[in-house]
């Protein structure tokens, strides 16, 4: 059994700070506990945008504070996402989140990150794995 808190987190490995300094993300599981998904909180900053394309991932978005607007950058379809709002990329969509008031969300990703990733400059996640342990 795993017990684990944000605050645990906070200054480790597993808080993750973007390059583009339009997010950060406490990665409260991950690939090392191999248990086929990982899953973490995020915080995208109000004013910003960020462009994404899990191509080698699916992930899950529960928002949890905030607001943004979500575009499918294939189809143009926007989507205001609020406290209590869903939105799963299971057809691994490119997307932007515009955020409008600062963005606190619980995510899930299939496969799951190794926690050494960030968006390469197409928005992408390298597909990282851990290595077996010995």
Do not use: Q
Not at 50 to 56: I, P, V
Not at 107 to 113: E, H
């Amino acid at each position: 059994m795993i017990v684990r808190s944000f605050r645990d987190i906070e200054g480790t490995d597993r808080h993750v700070k973007s390059a583009s300094g339009t997010w950060e993300s406490k990665r409260i599981i991950l690939a090392r506990e191999r248990v086929g998904f990982s899953l973490h909180e995020t915080v995208l900053y109000a004013g910003t945008e960020t462009s994404m394309w899990y191509a080698n991932h699916v992930e899950a978005v529960v928002c949890l504070d905030g607001e943004a607007e979500l575009t499918d950058e294939e189809t143009g379809e926007t989507h205001a996402i609020t406290p209590g709002t869903m939105y799963l990329l299971d057809g691994h969509e490119r997307h932007t989140l515009r955020v409008k008031r600062e963005f606190r969300c619980l995510c899930v990703f299939n496969p799951p990150v190794t926690g050494r990733e960030d968006h390469d400059d197409n928005g992408v996640y390298p597909l990282l794995t851990e290595p077996d342990p010995a």
